[in-house]
């Protein structure tokens, strides 16, 4: 069955320090896939999207994250993070198409900033 | 642009009392879902609208939850009677239509089931 696996719950980085977010996914053609970000008691923000063409792709609040096939990967990356990055961020899968397309979501990773 | 708008944010019930949650999409957008987020899960698909039909509610359970999307826009979700398990943020999104794949989330209501 199509998933969505983010294997890290919770992480916890320093200020300044650089970020990776890891998400692997199951399915059998070419995903489109997203990373979101929900920061306390809000919605959901879109970070960014791949849906074809160049496997790096840049997105808001200087993020990027790379498509990579072989490994079934699109994990997100940031060099420095800052105090306001601290949120909860879900990698999303889009199943179906058309009037029917969904998105099938990981359990997301908790981030967490030290000072 | 007006954002996709959920009233209201936070809710507070007793287990089988009964609740209900309304959505406004963006304008224009015409598809609609709705989806149950637990505390420390990602978001899961309760039931999805094209217009003012269901496209998707095989994850709905329909004994206790029931959803409309009249005229195509403004949608409600509701829950009766309501038990511990569906203390939940129900988060309302929102899709321009079949060939656009970005949806746009709302702030979600928050309810606490007691």
């Known amino acids: 069955a199509q998933s969505v696996t983010q294997p890290d719950i919770h992480i916890t980085v320093s200020e300044g320090a650089s970020l990776e977010l890891r998400c692997n996914y199951s399915y059998g053609a070419t995903p489109y896939l997203f990373w979101y970000v929900q920061s306390p008691g809000q919605g959901l923000q879109l970070l960014l999207k791949y849906f074809s063409g160049d496997t790096l792709v840049q997105g808001i609040k200087g993020f990027e994250a790379e498509f990579k096939r072989s490994q079934s990967s699109f994990n997100l990356r940031k060099p420095s993070v800052h105090w306001s990055d601290a949120a909860e961020y879900f990698c999303a899968v889009v199943l179906g198409g058309g009037g029917a397309q969904k998105l099938v979501f990981g359990q997301g990773t908790r981030l967490t900033i030290n000072p | 642009e007006a954002g996709v708008a959920q009233s209201p944010r936070y809710k507070i019930i007793e287990k089988r009392q009964s609740v209900a949650f309304w959505c406004n999409p963006i304008s224009g957008h015409a598809t609609l879902y709705w989806y149950q987020q637990i505390l420390g899960q990602g978001p899961k698909l309760l039931i999805q609208f094209q217009n003012n039909g269901v496209v998707d509610d095989s994850q709905l359970p329909k004994d206790r939850f029931s959803a409309e999307r009249l005229k195509g826009v403004d949608s409600t979700l509701k829950i009766q009677p309501a038990k511990l398990e569906d203390s939940a943020v129900y988060l309302c999104?929102?899709?321009?239509?079949?060939?656009?794949?970005?949806?746009?989330f709302g702030p979600g209501t928050r309810l606490t089931v007691t």
């Open positions: 999104a929102s899709l321009l239509g079949p060939l656009r794949y970005e949806q746009y």
